[in-house]
């Protein structure tokens, strides 16, 4: 399946430390997956993992039905996409960031494409030129959103790309990823430390704790939960 993700039984371990337990479990293609769960949990470990950042010490991830370790490093960041919270930009105009990820395969730009993905993500035809100094964190935000998209990739990660963002613009970056998830079926993968955004925009929700994966469903159904440690993360008890 396009967009779908297994893992099983995958591990990670540091010199110090054995940060991943054995993880398994499926993402759901075309839909809105949330990572949560306290500080230290495995969260970003396992995100970077996705995108082929680290290598498990064992165990198996498999993207749409071809194990992780198969693909090639440029195949691999085409398919996954990832975005994060500082928003990294080089130098330059919007249209240069937009494009980079192109000039990167020796390809351009159209112009029409560009700013059908600025639409898309709610920026304007009139900011492709405006120099990314200029903009707000949230229009930021939207651009390195806007360019992850340029390679359409079937996976986008996201870390924790509201966390610094006021409410206003959080909420305008929720509804960009359903519009982003709904008009591509791109499947999204989003670490939120924001426990209702996780369960308002995820459609299924993953909850880790020390390294291991202790809850996943439905978001819906997640607050129902009769695990005592997933009940304590939900009212606060555990950060």
Do not use: C
């Amino acid at each position: 399946m396009k967009g779908s993700i297994r893992l099983k039984d995958v591990q990670y371990r540091t010199e110090e430390k054995l940060i991943l337990k054995g993880i398994s479990g499926n993402i759901t293609e075309g839909e809105i997956t949330t990572f949560v769960g306290p500080s230290g949990a495995g969260k970003t470990t396992l995100l970077k993992m996705l995108n082929g950042l680290l290598t498990p010490t064992s165990g198996e991830i498999i993207i749409n039905g071809k194990d992780l370790d198969k693909y090639e490093p440029t195949e691999l960041r085409k398919q996954v996409g990832i975005a994060l919270q500082s928003a990294p930009m080089v130098d330059g105009d919007v249209f240069d960031n937009l494009s980079l990820p192109l000039r990167l395969q020796e390809r351009s730009l159209e112009k029409e494409e560009a700013v059908s993905i600025l639409n898309v993500v709610g920026l304007e035809e009139s900011q492709l030129h405006q120099n990314v100094k200029d903009l707000s964190g949230g229009q930021r935000q939207k651009l390195s959103i806007a360019r992850t998209l340029v390679n359409r990739p079937k996976v986008l990660l996201l870390d924790e790309i509201t966390s610094s963002l006021d409410q206003t613009s959080q909420r305008e970056i929720d509804e960009l990823i359903q519009r982003v998830s709904k008009k591509y079926g791109t499947t999204i993968i989003w670490i939120t430390h924001n426990l209702n955004q996780a369960l308002t925009v995820g459609t299924y929700t993953w909850i880790l704790m020390d390294g291991e994966l202790i809850e996943a469903g439905k978001s819906q159904d997640i607050q129902n939960s009769t695990n005592d440690r997933v009940q304590a993360f939900l009212k606060g008890e555990l950060k």
